[in-house]
């Protein structure tokens, strides 16, 4: 009953918010029509107007505000009930929607743009103030794209920009980084084999470790060691490789994987925040006002620009590995990381090269060596020792509700897990008969389970735990 009325309150709360929303684009809409039939003269009008812009602006802001305040009612009210692990279920679920979604909207984007620039016809029936021009056949329409050298005469009133794609993608990135690993920071994000910290200070350590990074890749971007490319992009990755080592100190494996990935996402986000969007809005304004552009506010967003680029196969890849313990379940688990990126930045590189027709040689297959190289790090070292007795399943099955069960039940013990993670169950013999691939994956060969290895799990158990499954696990 109470969880009915939550839901309830939940959706009439979402429909004042939308309202809200809609009313406001409403009014933006007349403005807009007042606004076509009398261009502002003053410029004291349109200082008036860019202040009602951005206000508009605090109207999504006090939206999702309200919207975080209906969460947080909801969770206190479910907190401690068997609710509150299904609550976090779908919040995990929809805020990992919304993060995936506006990461492909913004990545997209960013691909389509570099696309743009590699592709574009810059020699035939080119106009003079033009740089380029390309013709496009998409979704049963024929597109027609020119591209300034500069920048238009006169700046058209709706100019359309990419940034809320970015900032959404970082906002709902932090957000699931909360709901994953901050709220859970004791099952997720510590591993007390690997350091044992409070949650407040691995959670500050996590967030104060994005700002660090930010400011040291800001300083870099700016300094004279950029001129040098080359050198500019080995610094910059041996500093990213120090930051997956660190992380790889302080976290668990996963949470230093996701924190890795976090903090290339940050640098993203940075660039397209506090570089690349004030420089086009200056860009505009000169253009307005009829000021000489300054070339190299274009340039400098450009080449962070290009830094996202090479960015977004590793962060890509980094993210999706965060699910496969195969990457993280490894004692060099930070070079592994290294590795990714190198590798998966190379592939980037080389696409990048194929699309202006530059093929190299060299950098794809040094890439993908780089990138098999890791496939070979990370194999298991499965040992192969001889299992001379046939193991019992009642052995297996003392040493699964040894190890186990504290998690992996309908009614969990552990202080931390108070329902089954993923659902996994081991109470009776067929729940464990259904998931030996999973076992042996998990226990016998990345030893990633029991999670921290928080109930003790010793090598000849393990050990026996492989035998039984290789001998065809008969219950
Ligand atoms: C301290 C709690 C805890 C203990 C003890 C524990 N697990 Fe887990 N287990 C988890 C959590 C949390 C997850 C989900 C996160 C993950 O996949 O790493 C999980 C996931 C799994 C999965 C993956 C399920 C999937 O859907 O992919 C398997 C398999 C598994 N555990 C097996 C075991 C086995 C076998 C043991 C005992 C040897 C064990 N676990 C002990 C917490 C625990």
């Known amino acids: 009953m109470k969880i009915l009325l939550l839901l309830i309150g939940l959706g009439l709360g979402l429909a004042v918010i939308a309202l809200l929303m809609k009313l406001s684009k409403h009014i933006e809409a007349v403005d807009e029509d007042m606004d076509r039939q009398k261009e502002p003269n003053t410029a004291w009008e349109e200082k008036l107007g ?165 400011l040291i890749y800001a300083y870099l971007s700016k300094s004279p060691l950029a001129k040098n490319v080359l050198l500019f992009a080995t610094v910059g990755f041996l500093i990213l490789v120090f930051f997956a080592w660190f992380y790889c100190q302080v976290f668990s494996a996963r949470a230093a994987f996701i924190h890795f990935g976090a903090l290339i996402g940050t640098l993203m986000v940075g660039n397209v925040f506090f570089v690349i969007i004030p420089a086009q809005k200056e860009m505009v304004s000169a253009a307005k006002e009829g000021r000489p552009l300054n070339p190299e506010l274009g340039k400098h967003a450009g080449w962070r620009s290009l830094h996202n680029n090479y960015f977004t196969l590793p962060v890509l890849f980094v993210m999706i590995s965060n699910h496969f313990p195969s990457t993280f379940g490894n004692e060099y688990n930070w070079a ?90 081991y109470d009776t013999p067929e729940q464990i008969a259904n998931l030996t691939e999973k076992i042996m994956q998990r226990v016998v060969i990345t030893k990633t389970m029991p999670q921290n290895n928080k109930t003790g799990m010793t090598p000849e158990e393990r050990e026996l735990i492989r035998c039984w499954i290789e001998q065809g696990a008969n219950l």
Not at 410 to 416: F, G, I, R, S
């Open 50 to 214: 860019s202040i009602k812009n951005n206000l508009e602006g605090y109207n999504y802001l006090a939206g999702g505000m309200a919207l975080v305040l209906i969460l947080i009612v909801i969770y206190y009210q479910i907190a401690g009930t068997p609710y509150e692990g299904h609550f976090r279920e779908w919040l995990n679920l929809v805020v990992r929607l919304a993060h995936v979604t506006f990461g492909i909207a913004w990545i997209g984007a960013s691909f389509y743009f570099v696309f743009l620039e590699n592709a574009l016809n810059r020699t035939k029936d080119v106009r003079e103030e033009l740089a380029g021009n390309l013709w496009a056949v998409h979704g049963g329409g024929f597109y027609y794209l020119e591209k300034y050298k500069v920048a238009p005469t006169k700046i058209p009133k709706d100019l359309h920009w990419f940034k809320y794609e970015a900032y959404f993608t970082w906002i709902s990135g932090f957000c699931l980084l909360c709901v994953v690993y901050y709220f859970n920071a004791k099952g997720f994000l510590i591993d007390p084999n690997v350091l044992d910290i409070s949650p407040v200070s691995a959670i500050a350590i996590g967030v104060s470790s994005l700002v660090v990074g930010w």
């Open 336 to 425: 592994v990381l290294a590795g990714i990126s190198l590798g998966t930045a190379g592939i980037k590189h080389y696409l990048n090269l194929l699309e202006k027709k530059q093929e190299s040689v060299w950098v794809l297959p040094i890439s993908v060596f780089l990138l098999l190289a890791v496939v070979f790090v990370t194999a298991p070292e499965v040992s192969d020792g001889e299992c001379k007795e046939e193991v019992a399943f009642t052995t297996v099955y003392a040493i699964i509700n040894e190890r186990c069960i504290s998690c992996h039940s309908a009614q969990p013990t552990d202080d931390v897990w108070t329902s089954p993670p993923n659902g996994v169950m």
